[in-house]
């Protein structure tokens, strides 16, 4: 049971670039989330998907776009990497709806020069 | 918006001391999750407390939801060198304009010193 696996663990971006961040799940979860890690700034909400085929905004979601591909995986994609982007990403699920306990993957380390 | 701020920052505490954490949000909140950090790796749901004073125990860890529902903390005995990391709380809110929000803190970075 690998729980919430996250890919690539580490990248580098030039301004400009774009990526996708991989993200799924073998819970069975109906949510899913991405946040990122600034340090001193705790984890703020970029997109969550609460059911397949639905996506919300959260905190922070301008420069991301999203896809819930299935019930299983979430991805992220950042169409023109900004060095205001460099950040840890994490990809998370639950079992209910926001508010219910997260289960994170383990991070993708992202620095965009 | 919601906040929630953590205090400390940083602790630094003595192997086999205790020590609080505290966590202050600007409005009421539904819940509130506690996570832990190691160096290096992902945040781990340690507990999650709904109701106004309700007090939970794991081990040497207790943590405690206040009575207006609006802060919590978490309590060390006995610090040990397993304790190292980053502790944050998340509160869960709602609001009819923006549904449930859920606001982490900053983290308080915990070192033990042996």
């Known amino acids: 049971n690998a729980g919430v696996t996250q890919t690539p663990k580490f990248q580098v971006l030039k301004t400009g670039q774009s990526m996708t961040l991989q993200c799924a799940q073998d819970?069975?979860?109906?949510?899913m989330y991405w946040y990122r890690q600034d340090p001193g700034m705790g984890l703020r909400l970029i997109y969550y998907?609460?059911?397949?085929?639905?996506?919300d905004k959260g905190e922070v979601p301008n420069g991301y776009n999203v896809s819930r591909l299935n019930k299983r995986e979430f991805s992220l994609r950042l169409e023109s990497a900004a060095p205001s982007q460099t950040s840890v990403y994490f990809c998370?699920?639950?079992?209910?709806?926001?508010?219910?306990?997260?289960?994170f993957g383990n991070g993708t380390r992202l620095t965009v020069t | 918006g919601q906040q929630v701020m953590q205090i400390p920052q940083y602790q630094h505490v003595q192997e086999g001391e205790d020590f609080t954490t505290y966590c202050n949000s600007s409005?009421?909140?539904?819940?509130i999750q506690w996570y832990k950090q190691r160096p290096g790796g992902h945040p781990v749901f340690l507990i999650q407390?709904?109701?106004?004073?309700e007090v939970k125990k794991q081990k040497r860890l207790t943590f405690q939801f206040g009575e207006a529902k609006k802060n919590s903390s978490l309590h060390i005995t006995a610090t040990q060198t397993t304790d190292v990391g980053t502790y944050f709380c998340?509160?869960?809110?709602?609001?009819?304009?923006?549904?449930?929000?859920?606001?982490f803190g900053g983290g308080t970075r915990v070192l033990v010193k042996p």
């Open positions: 407390l709904v109701k106004s004073g």
């Open positions: 998907s609460a059911s397949e085929g639905t996506t």
């Open positions: 998340a509160g869960l809110s709602f609001s009819k304009a923006a549904g449930n929000k859920l606001t």
């Open positions: 998370a699920s639950s079992e209910g709806q926001l508010g219910s306990p997260l289960h």
């Open positions: 819970m069975n979860h109906n949510s």
């Open positions: 409005t009421t909140l539904s819940n």
